[in-house]
Nanobody, 121 residues
Framework: QVQLVESGGGLVQAGGSLRLSCAAS????????MGWYRQAPGKQRELVAT???????NYADSVKGRFTISRDNAKKTEYLQMNTLKPEDTAVYYC???????????????WGQGTQVTVSS
């Protein structure tokens, strides 16, 4: 069994900061690419940022320069530092990870339960 558990969401004023964490646990042989996605009410889930096991990152244009994704492989945890938050960043944020549970088996994609981020104007 593999679990991704997010924490760090909440309510913040525009211009403020939040840091999200996502810890992976369970039967994990290798923790590969990880990422953050978000879904606002009435909208489709969208990519926020991704990070490879080697640390290469990719960001949505809407968050470049404001958000930073990182990971601690020893702790099997990824982070999303969100600065200069805007009301349009309000959404449920989901962490995502591609995990191989044993040597020689395919990797699968796992999702966290989501954490609410609300930015007031």
């Amino acid at each position: 069994q593999v679990q991704l558990v997010e924490s760090g969401g909440g309510l913040v004023q525009a211009g403020g900061s939040l840091r999200l964490s996502c810890a992976a646990s369970g039967s994990i042989f290798s923790l590969n690419a990880m990422g953050w996605y978000r879904q606002a009410p009435g909208k489709q889930r969208e990519l926020v940022a991704t990070i490879t096991s080697g640390g290469s990152t990719n960001y949505a244009d809407s968050v470049k320069g404001r958000f930073t994704i990182s990971r601690d492989n020893a702790k099997k945890t990824e982070y999303l530092q969100m600065n200069t938050l805007k009301p349009e960043d309000t959404a449920v944020y989901y962490c995502n990870a591609r995990i191989r549970r044993a040597m020689g088996v395919s990797e699968y994609e796992y999702w966290g339960q989501g954490t609410q981020v609300t930015v007031s104007s």
